[in-house]
């Protein structure tokens, strides 16, 4: 509105006749009023030739026209900003779990480790473990490998075995370990992995009948060393295995997996979850560079094949709570197990006595250290949005209110103006 007691005045230009200039005035006690009272004065005693009453309307429509939509503007920036915000503290909401993720797998978890894993274990090298299954495809060819060391590896018949399942991949955590194991089971833990098809096919070989041969393959290497193979054994082949196909963390030498983060049905990450699984297994450095013909590492290959999208919670609670955003599955450090179908693993678990090696000490704890510090920084960032977010929503919803009153007056001043 305007100041009390000012006055506007119109100018106008008269082309044939030179009349005394004629002004607009307009009563300051009316101002207050939608629209204000319209007096013409003519200096020279003629008839006003001023803006008449429903020129100046129009002009105090647009003038409230414009202020509205300069208000709207203004909604729409701190709309803008808010979400700005919003996407930069869910880009840190993602970042600060991807850190507390890499500090689970660093760290070593402080809770006790379950009575079903004997203390004689503990200590015990990963090929050790292997070697206790005597019978099993895995223990023979540990064996062989331990009294021939390379010399295996020019075998045609192991020429195109990588290794052992329990052999390619550490985890730092003993509990995470020991709950990855329990849902793989021993037969996947000591199974084979080829490169390709023809390396599957000289592990076995059978007579006219169907039956497996004795005397060939690994089951004749086992007899030459007085072990026979009991039972199935799994060989996985990882050029016939679908691969993951999508994209990596950014500068990451593990070439983890960049899968999409579950979220519960209010848009929160679900507490208590640690990672994917998948992603949790630290590839041993030597098997980093072991690709299949189309490019494809183990990450992609074996453990994506293993786990997929398999979920890691820190307490079964924390599992169960999530059960909204599970799709593939789940496990908890605490021994719960939810596999993909919605199928619940309940009782006790099968006693499983192999697990994945831990990786080098003295480097985890660097490592630690140096995400540790990243962790601080992003709460810290975190914190200063929220802070700035808070700002926003005050200012959006005081220009909201402006916005407001000002659409009533206008509103006022419409009905009055049909009049």
Request: one cysteine or more.
């Amino acid at each position: 509105m305007y100041p009390t007691g000012q006055q506007i005045s119109f100018q106008t230009s008269h082309s044939a006749v030179q009349d005394p200039p004629t002004r607009m005035l307009v009563d300051p006690r009316e101002m207050a009023s939608p629209v204000p009272r319209v007096v013409t004065q003519n200096n020279g005693g003629g008839e006003g030739g001023g803006m008449s009453q429903a020129e100046f309307a129009m002009f105090n429509s647009r003038r409230l026209q414009s202020d509205l939509e300069a208000m709207g503007r203004k909604i729409k920036q701190h709309e803008d900003n808010l979400l700005f915000l919003k996407s930069q503290k869910n880009k840190l909401d993602e970042s600060i779990l991807d850190l507390q993720v890499r500090m689970s797998q660093l760290q070593s978890s402080a809770t006790p480790i379950s009575e079903n894993f004997g203390d004689n274990h503990q200590g015990e090298d990963v090929d050790e473990q292997i070697l206790r299954y005597e019978n099993s495809a895995a223990g023979v060819l540990g064996l062989v490998q331990s009294r021939h060391g390379s010399q295996v590896s020019q075998l045609t018949l192991t020429k195109g075995v990588v290794g052992v399942v329990a052999q390619l991949g550490r985890v730092s955590d003993e509990n995470l370990s020991q709950a990855l194991s329990d849902y793989l089971g021993t037969r996947s833990m000591l199974a084979l992995v080829c490169k390709d098809y023809e390396s599957v096919k000289g592990l076995e070989s059978y007579d006219n009948q169907g039956n497996v041969d004795k005397n060939a393959g690994l089951h004749g290497l086992g007899a030459s060393i007085g072990r026979n193979i009991e039972g199935h054994f799994d060989a996985i082949c990882l050029e016939t295995l679908r691969p993951y196909v999508g994209q990596y963390i950014a500068d990451d030498p593990q070439r983890r997996l960049d899968l999409l983060k579950p979220k519960l049905p209010n848009g929160e990450y679900p507490p208590g979850f640690l990672g994917f699984a998948v992603n949790m297994i630290q590839i041993v450095p030597a098997y980093l560079l072991c690709v299949t013909a189309n490019g494809y590492g183990l990450r992609e290959t074996l453990f994506y094949s293993l786990f997929s999208r398999l979920q890691v919670y820190k307490t079964r609670v924390d599992m169960i709570n999530a059960r909204p955003c599970i799709s593939d599955g789940a496990i908890s450090l605490d021994g719960g197990i939810i596999r993909s179908g919605g199928i619940f693993t309940l009782g006790s678990c099968d006693e499983v006595n192999i697990r994945f090696a831990k990786p080098i000490a003295s480097r985890v704890m660097d490592n630690y250290s140096e995400t540790e510090k990243q962790m601080r920084e992003m709460k810290w960032k975190k914190d200063k949005t929220l802070e700035d977010i808070k700002r926003e929503q005050v200012l959006r919803e005081e220009a909201v209110f402006n916005f407001g009153k000002k659409k009533e007056e206008f509103v006022r001043f419409l009905a009055q103006t049909a009049y």
